[in-house]
């Protein structure tokens, strides 16, 4: 079965894009987002990736 990575509309705090990570690789949501905001203190263009994500990933056709 194929799968696809679209943010999340039914878990999303920003734009879904953590939410949609979540439910591709099915995993909590909130690992996903502790590990983003990690990326963001450690390497500092988290959030300038965030909102390129954000961008790129389309919105989920199902919700």
């Known amino acids: 079965m194929i799968r696809y990575l679209y943010k999340s ?3 999303k705090m920003v734009a879904g894009v953590c939410g949609g ?3 591709y690789f099915e995993v909590d949501p909130t690992l996903v987002r502790l ?3 990690a990326f963001c203190v450690i390497g500092c263009s988290g ?3 965030y ?4 961008l790129l990933i389309p919105q989920n056709p199902e919700n």
């Open 9 to 11: 509309n039914a878990d």
């Open 21 to 23: 990570i979540a439910e």
């Open 35 to 37: 590990g983003w905001v």
């Open 47 to 49: 959030i300038l990736v």
């Open 51 to 54: 909102i390129v994500a954000a």
